[in-house]
């Protein structure tokens, strides 16, 4: 089981994000959650569908805002990124389809002082050793930019 939690930055409620492998196959490919209010734990509920098994997970929260970032990595080599909106999981994109099927291919954090988000992430394609990354500006996941490009990725 993969699993990451963070809190949200308002009402200090903290949510639990994983993977639940004791289902079947299409229900393995949904990330779970539960929320802990500082008292007691919710139930579990599911976040939104990614399409494979997610074998890396991370949550990220804005500071300015009861605002997350779940960002997942799954064994078909896929990044998705959606966001936690202090009651649901919305925007969920794919934002790449050739990264790394494995370890962590990706970064997310939240700017202290704005409160907008920034995902970073490879693509496999040895040809492409551009960093790439999107922005998270009130809730919208932006377009795919790039920056400094590489000489060589580890």
């Known amino acids: 089981m993969t699993q990451m939690w963070n809190m949200q930055s ?3 409620d903290a949510i639990v994000a994983y993977v639940d492998l004791a289902g079947t196959t299409a229900q393995d490919k949904i990330p779970r959650y539960n929320v802990w209010n500082g008292a007691t734990w ?3 509920f599911k976040a939104k569908s990614i399409g494979a098994v ?5 949550l990220a929260s804005n500071p300015k805002k009861d605002e ?3 960002v997942t990595n799954d064994v078909a080599a896929d990044i998705n990124v959606q966001v936690w909106n202090g009651s649901n ?6 934002v790449t389809h050739n990264s790394s099927s494995s370890g962590q291919p990706f970064d997310v954090a939240y700017e202290q002082q704005s409160g907008e988000g920034l995902i970073v992430y490879t693509n496999k394609d040895s040809t492409d050793k ?6 998270v500006v009130n809730g919208i996941i932006g377009a795919e930019q790039h920056g400094p490009t590489k000489e060589k990725w580890l």
């Open 10 to 12: 308002q009402s200090g």
């Open 42 to 44: 919710s139930p579990q």
């Open 54 to 58: 997610p074998n890396t997970i991370e």
């Open 68 to 70: 997350l970032i779940l």
């Open 89 to 94: 999981w919305t925007g969920l994109i794919e």
């Open 130 to 135: 551009r960093v790439h990354y999107r922005t």
